[in-house]
T-cell receptor, first 112, second 115 residues
Framework: DAKTTQPNSMESNEEEPVHLPCNHSTISGTDYIHWYRQLPSQGPEYVIHGLTSNVNNRMASLAIAEDRKSSTLILHRATLRDAAVYYCILRGRTDSWGKLQFGAGTQVVVTP | KAGVTQTPRYLIKTRGQQVTLSCSPISGHRSVSWYQQTPGQGLQFLFEYFSETQRNKGNFPGRFSGRQFSNSRSEMNVSTLELGDSALYLC??????????????FGSGTQLSVL
């Protein structure tokens, strides 16, 4: 199963952009890149996902490298509410939800 | 649309007891998955149900079981509780669960403490 590698933690000042890297060097051509985040005492929350092209939504942007071996989640203006653990996971075309490997994620700390 | 609802939010049990947790998925979602989250092991998959049938199962002992009803609501049961079962139990739903383009929607979880 393709795995992802993320930094353990990242710090940012409020209202500054945050770039969260994710390496997935063994990604296959049909694997989608998903990002979820988990706020304290909550279940994970969907953030964004993509296959090959960069994606934008109201929460964040996802930049996918041309060779797809890495991606970056971009929070354009961090707020205190963005302090959470961010998970980068891959889901293949035939994978069930049970195949997803959430890993330890990246703990984002936002400083006022 | 209401989100995924899990009840109860907190639960305290003693070793040897059994417990039943409930999950109401988002309306129209037919796939329901359950996860166990602990500080040491992270998020681990328990099982997935679709149309009242268990479609996938994680690597947990038989003390962990679940079921899904015709309205897609799901329950999971843990029998003969052990101290190590203390965890946050999360339920998640998705429309069909069979496409990598789908999003997974999680509930807030049930925090189970076994004393």
């Amino acid at each position: 199963d393709a795995k992802t590698t993320q930094p353990n933690s990242m710090e940012s000042n409020e209202e500054e952009p945050v770039h969260l890297p994710c390496n997935h060097s063994t990604i296959s051509g049909t694997d989608y890149i998903h990002w979820y985040r988990q706020l304290p005492s909550q279940g994970p929350e969907y953030v964004i996902h993509g296959l090959t092209s960069n994606v934008n939504n109201r929460m964040a942007s996802l930049a996918i490298a041309e060779d797809r071996k890495s991606s970056t989640l971009i929070l354009h203006r961090a707020t205190l509410r963005d302090a959470a653990v961010y998970y980068c996971i891959l889901r293949g075309r035939t994978d069930s939800w049970g195949k997803l490997q959430f890993g330890a994620g990246t703990q984002v700390v936002v400083t006022p | 649309k209401a989100g995924v609802t899990q009840t109860p939010r907190y639960l305290i049990k003693t070793r040897g007891q059994q417990v039943t947790l409930s999950c109401s998925p988002i309306s129209g979602h037919r796939s329901v998955s359950w996860y166990q989250q602990t500080p040491g092991q992270g998020l681990q998959f328990l099982f997935e149900y679709f149309s009242e049938t268990q479609r996938n199962k994680g690597n947990f002992p038989g003390r962990f079981s679940g079921r899904q009803f015709s309205n897609s609501r799901s329950e999971m049961n843990v029998s003969t509780l052990e101290l190590g079962d203390s965890a946050l139990y999360l339920c998640a739903s998705s429309p069909l669960g069979d496409s990598p383009n789908e999003k997974l929607f999680f509930g807030s979880g049930t925090q189970l403490s076994v004393l």
